[in-house]
């Protein structure tokens, strides 16, 4: 594993296939004999349970998780309308912080051998007023993984994401390209367009799947190509 003990998951857009991604990834680590737990650190369009608000996706990701976890430690800012996650905090009169946020994963990273950090959308969501995504996986000195939804418009927004992803700082350990539905035609063109720009590893390439799961999804991943994997 790298030095931070995990990987930052990042999206070129809303619903391109981060928690599948995350959830491949967390199996195809257990498969190698480690102990991987994921957080969301924070999610918007949460319903309301006896215990609280819970998101589909974090619960997901505890499920997957190599040891037993409370929701709160996966999922520590959680939030009712499906709206940025900033307006939903305001909405809620909390403040999104992201100290608070690292030092849960501080607590993570000492249960278990790797963490996998899922983000909310894209690579420059606010979390407040004054910081996003962007400063969290900074913060948190994770190398990011970028999930790009293979869609009409995936060039532009995987480009952008990548040139945005180098100007905070941070280091893309790798790529993976998700086929989403309808599959898109040209989709390999694009996806051969796109490592020929992008100087990051294509981790793998996710074909359309109609019931996606994690192993699926590991079997299509490529850790070798990890440096610190």
């Not at 931070?4 to 990834?25: E, H, N, P, Q």
């Not at 796109?194 to 192993?215: D, E, T």
């Amino acid at each position: 594993m790298n030095k931070s003990r995990g990987y930052f998951i990042t999206g070129t857009d809303t619903g391109v296939g981060k928690t599948a991604v995350s959830l491949g990834l967390m199996q195809a680590l257990q498969a190698r004999g480690n102990s991987v737990v994921a957080m969301k650190p924070v999610a918007a369009g949460c319903v309301p349970t006896p215990g609280g608000l819970r998101n589909d996706d974090a619960l997901r990701l505890q499920q997957q998780a190599s040891i037993d976890l409370d929701y709160a430690r996966i999922n520590p800012c959680a939030f009712a309308p499906a709206i940025a996650p900033h307006i939903a905090a305001e909405q809620a009169g909390v403040r999104i912080d992201i100290n608070d946020i690292t030092n849960k994963y501080s607590e993570l990273s000492c249960v278990s051998d790797c963490v996998i950090v899922e983000g909310a959308g894209g690579w420059l969501v606010p979390l407040n007023a004054d910081e996003t995504l962007a400063d969290l996986a900074l913060q948190l000195d994770l190398e990011v993984i970028m999930v790009v939804g293979i869609r009409l418009g995936c060039l532009n927004h995987a480009l952008l994401t990548v040139a945005a992803i180098a100007a905070a700082g941070c280091t893309l350990a790798g790529w993976v390209a998700n086929q989403l539905p309808p599959a898109l035609e040209g989709a390999q063109e694009n996806i051969n367009y796109l490592k020929s720009r992008i100087s990051a590893p294509l981790l793998g390439a996710l074909p359309v799947m109609p019931v996606v799961s994690a192993g699926a999804v590991a079997d299509s991943l490529s850790l070798s190509a990890l440096a610190n994997s």
